[in-house]
């Protein structure tokens, strides 16, 4: 009997697969060999010139090479273990094989190996329901373990290169995943049948897109950010730059209570991203929900730096930002003191700020928030794979030709921790789902990057991160000052994130045997963004609080009482209780220093490419 053409097929079935319309294979491919000649070309070019500026790379940029050499030569040493390794791994195999073969006879068996049930790679109900992909992703996930036990197998490494095969090895582990062929990704293929391979053509066509952004460097696009405009739909809580020199403005933000407390809020950002992290919408805005608890609120906007600036050091970022700020609210307010928040990178300037001022007996920031930072670097997690002594040259080397480190590799560096997420899901929705992105707020602030002054960058990475100078007593002088950390006496909130993959929370747990006030730790649930900015009103993310403050976060961690929801209102009752004192509410230029132009401000809206 004839099977009645209205009967809808199964998907991924040779009856739903249809041919592309030719005409539409015509003009894609017309398309793409025009656009392809002007991204090789425009390619070439930058590469010619890249080469004449900077020299031409290396052949092992990374300085991968020294450090898989020195694993294998200690693998060698101990052959019985890698012998070993290799024999479980055969074995896992052949039972997968035997597993397998019994599923198709109709057999129910557990699995050999099974994902993560957070890894979204294997979401698709066919990588557990269908044979032959269940297969793929056992066999990829059994390798993926091989891989990773034999580097760690590795004895007597140093820590550097061992943390550094450890990541890198990940990374190809990473990429191999069959989530991200076309021929393995079973959403793909289905895809594909029902589409006729129109999703193949508008994955090249997205492909294309996306060199095209990056001019011949594959630039991957995140979010729809044609959605977004800074100042429009997003970082829009009202206000007025009242202040500004070549590093910063200063946005104060128009209050939305009657009284105010009296002592204005001062936030230092970090200026690796953009402030407007905690200003992106109005019902995740921190700024916004802080000003409705009563505070006035100073947001220091970063400059995003030119050559002309790659002289601008660490300690003109201090002077030129926290001390200029003081002295702007201050005028603005009348006020001579303040309470601060620094996040991050801002929060490592804070610090030091604040060292400066116990050193030179000056009291003007009277409490100290800090978010997700770090001044304590001996263990600083993934990142430091990136901080050894040739790589630091070779990035010194780019910048000095420069005059700064361009917004794109920070990005990339930072998207690396989180491949997975950050990079390969992207490249299968893009590519070969030939999806169009998303409008995501947060992804199109973490796309919005920003450069770094060549001075700055180059102090920061190896004060900080490669010689850990700043937690040493006297090691680092700003402003002719020694800094020391431990003068810090005043009162202290730390906020941690647990998942978070640049500033560890059990690196940033140890400013807690460091300064010298009343300290309170708080950790949040997720990672350094997500755990932040996360409003009371969204019902998300749990944080831990303890009172006692032990040697180790583990002890911490241990005695921590769970309570859901966001931070926020336990650190609003704790700076509030510090002074209590209110005042009317100020409007932004009203004071003492008249309004330059509208929140968010001109700097801001510079973009890493303009």
Known sequence: MAKDAKTPQKPGSPEAFRLPDPEVVSRTMADVAERGHRIVTEFLNRQTLSASQDGAPGPDPLHLGSAFLDMTARLMANPARLMQAQLGFWQDYLTLWQNTARRMWGEEVQPVIAEDSKDRRF?????????????IKQSYLLSARYFTNVVHAAEDLE???????????????????????????????RKTAETGGENLLRGLQNLLSDLERGKGKLKIRMTDDSKFTIGENIAVSPGKVVFQNDLMQLIQYSPATEQVLKR??????????????LDLRPKNSFVRWAVAQGHTVFMISWVNPDEALAEKSFEDYMLEGPYAALEAIEKATGEKSV?????????????ATLARMAARRENRIKSATFFTTMVDFEEAGELSVFIDEEQLRALEGRMSKRGFLEGREMATTFNMLRANDLIWSFVVQNYLLGQEAFPFDLLYWNDDSTRM???MHSFYLRRMYQQNDLVKPGAIELG??????????????????REDHIAPWKSTYRATQIYGGPIRFVLAASGHIAGVANPPESGKYSHW??????????????????????WWPDWHRWVSALDKAKVPAREPGAGGLPAIEDAPGSYVKVMASD
């Open 480 to 497: 002719g000052t020694a800094l020391d950390l431990r003068k810090i006496k005043v009162p202290t909130y730390i906020l941690s994130t």
């Open 159 to 189: 820590p550097k290169t061992a943390q550094k095969v450890d990541f890198y090895t990940r990374q190809f582990v990473d990429a191999m995943s069959p989530s991200n062929f076309l021929m393995t990704n079973p959403e793909v293929l």
């Open 339 to 351: 309470n601060a928040i620094g996040y991050c990178l801002g929060g490592t300037l804070l610090a």
């Open 123 to 135: 979401k698709d109900e066919a990588w557990r329901d269908n044979e032959v992909f269940d297969f």
């Open 545 to 566: 609080v303890a009172e006692s403050l032990p040697p180790s976060p583990e002890e911490w961690f241990a005695s921590a009482t769970e309570l859901a929801g966001s």
């Open 264 to 277: 204005p809020l001062l936030i230092v950002p970090p200026w690796i991203n953009k402030f407007y992290i």
């Open 453 to 455: 002054p060549a001075a």
